[in-house]
């Protein structure tokens, strides 16, 4: 059973940052790619930053330049540093693992920017 556990800040202020953490049961190196999500009230759920197996990253257009995804193989963990944070970073965020054809998430994590 794939699980994935996140920690992280809750409340940050504008100009902060963040890093969440995104655990999972197994080798993280079986995944075909890791990442973040996140969705504020009302609106889709948009990537954030993913890492393949490879250690390809992408960004999403509204973090680009001010997030970076790493992970620690060792560990099985994947991180999610963001800078710069705005109040319209505000959103659930969630960890997102694709494993063989099937996408697992985590069960989200709440992050508000205070302007």
């Known amino acids: 059973q794939v699980q994935l556990v996140e920690s992280g800040e809750g409340l940050v202020q504008a100009g902060g940052s963040l890093r969440l953490s995104c655990a999972t049961t197994?080798?993280?190196?079986?995944?075909?790619?890791m990442g973040w999500y996140r969705q504020a009230p009302g609106k889709q759920r948009e990537l954030v930053a993913s890492?393949?197996?490879?250690?390809?990253?992408k960004y999403g257009d509204s973090v680009q330049g001010r997030s970076t995804i790493s992970r620690d193989i060792a560990k099985n963990t994947v991180y999610l540093q963001m800078n710069s944070l705005k109040p319209e970073d505000t959103a659930t965020y969630y960890c997102?693992?694709?494993?063989?054809?099937?996408?697992?998430w985590g069960q989200g994590t709440q992050v508000t920017v205070s302007s």
């Open positions: 997102n693992g694709n494993f063989q054809t099937t996408d697992y």
């Open positions: 197994g080798n993280i190196l079986t995944f075909n790619s």
């Open positions: 890492i393949t197996r490879y250690g390809i990253t």
